[in-house]
């Protein structure tokens, strides 16, 4: 047994940092020990300030004091849940003073230096984080996880892989969720859906391509595959569906499909973290499934439920993905990132290795004490 590691997180009072606040609580390896949001937070007991998840503001986290985003006392590994007109210059402060940001937001994640992960996926994508070091000369270093429905689509087409996916078309019924607090009004979503998200259909097409590319020469080199995204804004509170038509260079059947996504995983040491699903992608066997309110929860809401699965006259094969927006889509998936993170670095020191190590001024702070051994 080791000590918790202290984690703080930036943008705690939004719909994604409160989320994070509850996946925290309890977690057996982090502890939530900082918590930092606007000016318009800062100084108040985080107890004191709204809290608009079922249930009560975990203990541990109500009595902490909310910081301005200032460096000072701030913990090593921070999640950043902070809107994205902040998060491009505060989280490059926070990497600059030694910080690993493991960021929900935008702004970071096409930067060619900065990992854009989903850790069943692309883990090997981390090794970026050597090259961002010796470029931009930051002690911390920034990850980042994808746009809330990239990361169901990217899922589900990495989980076909091995059939050669070359051509998607991607239709979104996204949760009013997804658009923050107090997001959009009631009298815009009730009754209705909204044909635009602003900057979500080229997120789904360019980071998706990003995801599922290879390293190469220090970089990433983006996948080939043809992606065209539209995206909707519906109401419903949680859960982002994905309506996909997928073109295959190989031609499986129906049941083959189903079983590489359902037998999808990540590496051993992926599959062994914490908030890892079992099963990354489950396929709902019932013909009007996956349902928002039936499904998001799936696994904890860290595993997509696809279903649906059939032919397509048009690029051969659709399918109707789900996921929840905060938990997979943001919250969990940067906690997922962030143990994969931890975990490297306890293999890495476990077997002296000198490869993507921490910075070394983040090692200084040390916030794995002790002699660690691979988990
Ligand atoms: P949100 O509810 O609007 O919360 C935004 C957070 O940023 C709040 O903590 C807010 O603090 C803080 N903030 C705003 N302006 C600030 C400033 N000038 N200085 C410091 N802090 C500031 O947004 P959200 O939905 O949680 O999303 C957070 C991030 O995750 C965004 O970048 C978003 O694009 C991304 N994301 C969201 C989802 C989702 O499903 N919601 C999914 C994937 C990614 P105050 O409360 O003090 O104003």
Same mark, same amino acid.
């Given at each position: ?50 809290? &608009? ?67 069943e996926v ?30 169901f689509?990217a899922m589900v087409l990495a989980a076909l892989d091995g059939f050669?996916p070359? %051509? ?40 998706? %391509?990003?995801?599922?590319? &290879? ?31 997928i ?10 499909v189903a079983d590489a996504l359902a037998r999808f995983r990540g ?12 099963a990354p992608i489950?396929v ?20 997509v439920?696809c ?12 399918l109707?993905a ?5 938990? &997979? ?16 670095? &306890? ?29």
């Amino acid at each position: 047994m080791t000590s918790p590691i202290d984690v703080g997180i930036l943008g705690a009072t939004g719909v994604v940092g409160q989320q994070l606040a509850s996946l925290l609580d309890g977690h057996p390896w982090f502890r939530l020990s900082w918590v930092a949001a606007s000016e318009r937070s800062a100084g108040r007991r985080y107890g004191d300030l709204p809290w &608009r998840l079922p249930g009560l503001v975990p203990a541990t986290a109500a009595r902490l004091t909310v910081s301005p985003l200032d460096p000072d006392n701030a913990p090593v590994i921070l999640f950043s849940a902070l809107d994205a007109g902040v998060a491009g210059e505060a989280e490059t402060a926070f990497a600059r003073s030694g910080r690993i940001v493991v960021s929900n937001a935008r702004n970071h994640r096409l930067d060619p230096l900065v990992p854009l992960v989903i850790p069943e996926v692309n883990a090997g994508h981390l090794s970026l984080l050597d090259a961002q070091r010796r470029e931009r000369g930051w002690s911390g270093a920034i990850v980042t996880n994808p746009n809330c429905s990239t990361v169901f689509v990217a899922m589900v087409l990495a989980a076909l892989d091995g059939f050669q996916p070359s %051509r998607a078309l991607v239709t979104t019924l996204q949760a009013v969720s997804g658009a923050g607090h107090p997001g959009v009004s009631a009298l815009d979503i009730l009754g209705n859906v909204i044909p635009f998200i602003p900057g979500e259909e080229e997120k789904i097409e360019r980071e998706t %391509r990003k995801i599922l590319g &290879r390293l190469d020469n220090g970089g990433v080199a983006d996948a080939a595959m043809v992606l065209s995204a539209q995206t909707t804004r519906v109401a419903v509170h949680d859960g982002h569906t994905a309506l996909m038509s997928i073109a295959l260079d190989r031609t499986p059947s129906i049941e083959e499909v189903a079983d590489a996504l359902a037998r999808f995983r990540g590496d051993a040491e992926v599959s062994a973290l914490p908030s890892a699903p079992a099963a990354p992608i489950v396929v709902a066997t019932g013909h009007d499934r996956p349902q928002p309110r039936l499904d998001a929860w799936t696994s904890g809401g860290m595993a997509v439920t696809c279903g649906r699965l059939r032919r397509c006259p048009v690029l051969g094969y659709k399918l109707v993905a789900l996921g929840h927006n905060t938990i &997979r889509g943001a919250a969990g998936a940067a906690l997922l990132n962030a143990e994969l993170l931890v975990s490297r670095e &306890r293999r890495l020191r476990a077997t002296q290795a000198e490869a993507v190590a921490w910075p070394a001024e983040a090692r200084a702070m040390d916030p794995l004490p002790g002699t660690l051994s691979p988990v």
